[in-house]
């Protein structure tokens, strides 16, 4: 998890930098930040799924194609009501409680 959250950091801040520079090329920059998703991960990953609410597929994807598509185009998305309130959370709470819940939620099942 600590490789995926700073792999995470630097992706945002990179598309950011990038979509700056690029601001007036004909060019859309976006990260997409996905929560919970009906995949394999959880069973490749041998992570647990209780509690935590599922996205398809078709429903990021549609995020990312009306960003996208707006007018005022976001640099960074978080896809999902849930992920975006847990996100502005995290922004509120401090470092410590975030990494806290982080590694009660990546634990392996059993």
Same mark, same amino acid.
């Given at each position: 998890?600590?490789?995926?959250?700073?792999?995470?950091?630097?992706?945002?801040?990179?598309?950011?930098?990038?979509?700056?520079?690029?601001?007036?090329? %004909?060019?859309? $920059?976006? *990260?997409?930040? #996905?929560? &919970?998703?009906?995949?394999?991960?959880?069973? =490749?990953?041998?992570? !647990?799924?209780?509690?935590?609410?599922?996205?398809? %597929?078709?429903? $990021?994807? *549609?995020?990312? #194609?009306? &960003?996208?598509?707006?007018?005022?185009?976001? =640099?960074?998305?978080? !896809?999902?009501?849930?992920?975006?309130?847990?996100?502005?959370?995290?922004?509120?709470?401090?470092?410590?409680?975030?990494?806290?819940?982080?590694?009660?939620?990546?634990?392996?099942?059993?």
């Amino acid at each position: 998890m600590a490789v995926h959250a700073a792999t995470k950091a630097f992706v945002l801040s990179f598309t950011e930098a990038l979509a700056h520079e690029l601001r007036d090329a %004909p060019v859309r $920059v976006l *990260a997409l930040s #996905l929560g &919970a998703t009906r995949s394999e991960f959880f069973a =490749t990953s041998r992570t !647990s799924e209780a509690g935590l609410r599922f996205q398809t %597929p078709e429903q $990021v994807v *549609a995020t990312a #194609l009306r &960003a996208l598509d707006a007018r005022r185009r976001p =640099t960074t998305v978080v !896809s999902g009501r849930v992920n975006r309130l847990a996100t502005g959370a995290s922004c509120l709470l401090p470092r410590r409680v975030v990494l806290e819940a982080m590694a009660r939620g990546a634990r392996p099942a059993h």
